[in-house]
């Protein structure tokens, strides 16, 4: 049975960057992986695939030119690299793998939360007599 496992997801200010991991056990290598997204009160969206073998990346248009996706060498792992987050990128992430070319369906993992704030995080400031 596969799992797939979505790490680094947070809270970054706009503009900031994250990357995102997904690791795949239960299998040697997998065909394709993927990522998709979902914010509140909104259907699930797709943002980036690969397909191991030499296949190209692909993406969503709202993350075009902002996002990169990568693959680990075992073809088991994926990574999106994530620039110019703005707050529309607000969202739980999900990673999605395909095991075979043939196979029907995909395999998902639970997701991780991205949150891109407006505001900075602020800073003390401290004014003595």
């Known amino acids: 049975q596969v799992q797939l496992v979505e790490s680094g997801g947070g809270l970054v200010q706009a503009g900031g960057s994250l990357r995102l991991s997904c690791s795949a056990s239960?299998?040697?290598?997998?065909?394709?992986m993927g990522w998709f997204r979902q914010a509140p009160g909104k259907e699930r969206e797709f943002v980036a695939g690969?397909?191991?073998?030499?296949?190209?990346?692909r993406y969503g248009d709202s993350v075009q030119g902002r996002f990169t996706i990568s693959r680990g060498k075992s073809g088991t792992t994926t990574y999106l690299q994530m620039d110019s987050l703005n707050p529309d990128d607000t969202a739980v992430y999900y990673c999605a793998a395909k095991m075979t070319k043939s196979t029907n369906g995909s395999e998902w993992g639970k997701g991780t939360q991205v949150t891109v704030s407006e505001w900075g995080q602020g800073t003390q400031v401290t004014v003595s007599a």
């Open positions: 690969i397909v191991w073998g030499g296949g190209s990346a």
């Open positions: 239960g299998r040697a290598a997998m065909y394709a």
